[in-house]
């Protein structure tokens, strides 16, 4: 049995690169207060006035910048829920509603409205969330249909996420990973 583990870093990347935007933030708005101070004629107070505006204003952009991120996508989603409703659109619309199909499953990331007998649902709006489609065994039983053999044979695929706040704590952490991993494998093939 062979095992690998495979960790997706694109948001840790993501957060280190705005953080890294933020400390020039800051940097820049020190240098410059300090350069104002020493040879702009400004008195200390103005300059710490100025600077404590700036650092303000950083904080307040980072703050508020997931909650601009989830309004707006609530707002599209809930219009384009509307508009599905509606027949498709309002009249003119310059662009046609992208359809995303589910019919073998997929992941929703972010907040999503969608049309639900002539109401609107809600989805992703508490994190990412899998839809899975569902198939009727042979007893009339509904649940979720797999594909892949594992008891069966075939090939079993086995999707392990790992959440973690920087490279280091993984790399700690990672022998228990395969441990854990290594365990649901084997409870797989014995049809756990």
């Not at 601009?68 to 509606?86: K, Q």
């Not at 609107?120 to 899998?130: D, H, I, K, P, V």
């Not at 044979?153 to 959440?163: K, L």
């Amino acid at each position: 049995m062979r095992i690998a583990v495979e960790a997706d870093t694109r948001g840790f990347d993501r957060a280190m690169g705005d953080l890294q935007l933020r400390a020039g933030a800051l940097g820049s708005a020190f240098t410059s207060a300090f350069r104002n101070a020493s040879g702009g004629g400004k008195s200390l107070e103005g300059v710490l006035k100025q600077l404590a505006t700036r650092i303000s204003g950083i904080a307040l952009d980072s703050a508020l910048r997931p909650v601009g991120t989830l309004a707006g996508n609530l707002l599209n989603g809930l219009i384009g829920s509307l508009g599905g409703a509606l027949g498709g659109g309002a009249a003119g619309a310059a662009a046609p509603q992208r359809v995303v199909p589910f019919a073998k499953g997929g992941v929703v990331r972010a907040p999503s409205f969608f049309p639900m007998g002539g109401a609107a649902g809600l989805m992703g709006e508490a994190g990412a969330e899998a839809i899975l489609p569902l198939r009727r065994g042979s007893d009339g039983s509904l649940g979720v249909a797999t594909s892949g053999g594992g008891a069966r044979g075939g090939p079993t695929t086995v999707v392990f996420n790992v959440s973690t706040p920087d490279a280091p704590s993984f790399r700690r952490a990672e022998g228990q990973i395969q441990a854990m991993l290594a365990r649901a494998a084997l409870r797989g093939q014995r049809g756990l």
